[in-house]
Nanobody, 125 residues
Framework: VQLQASGGGLVQPGGSLRLSCAAS????????ITWFRQAPGKEREGVSC????????FYADFAQGRFTISRDSAKNTVYLQITNLKPEDMGVYYC???????????????????WGQGTQVTVSS
């Protein structure tokens, strides 16, 4: 089982990014995927989750309105689109799955079974 996060980079405030989480080694369409982030010196926090069917999406309060999670089952990939990036969005973004088809509460402290390696998002002018 492998999750590969990518798409991070250096972006100016107000810019946009689309992060990707490519999955392999398991039946992707059966499982929910959750995005997390960790800013320097801060604890990791949940950002968004999409259930296995893509029919239910959940966001942390800070992510409402600027973050959009989606999946492309043909590509075994879950995306996290971030618009109007702010300096406080900086950090390493991770994707994870616990191999269940539903989402836990995004803010729940769950020991997910599988994690991607993370992709760095830097917001600076």
């Amino acid at each position: 089982v492998q999750l590969q996060a990518s798409g991070g980079g250096l972006v100016q405030p107000g810019g946009s990014l689309r992060l990707s989480c490519a999955a392999s080694g398991f039946t992707f369409e059966r499982y929910a995927i959750t995005w997390f982030r960790q800013a320097p010196g801060k604890e990791r926090e949940g950002v968004s989750c999409e259930n296995s069917s893509g029919g239910r999406k959940f966001y942390a309060d800070f992510a409402q309105g600027r973050f959009t999670i989606s999946r492309d089952s043909a590509k075994n990939t879950v995306y996290l689109q971030i618009t109007n990036l702010k300096p406080e969005d900086m950090g390493v973004y991770y994707c994870a799955t616990d191999r269940v088809n539903y989402c836990y509460a995004v803010t729940a402290n769950v020991d997910y079974e599988y994690w991607g390696q993370g992709t760095q998002v830097t917001v600076s002018s």
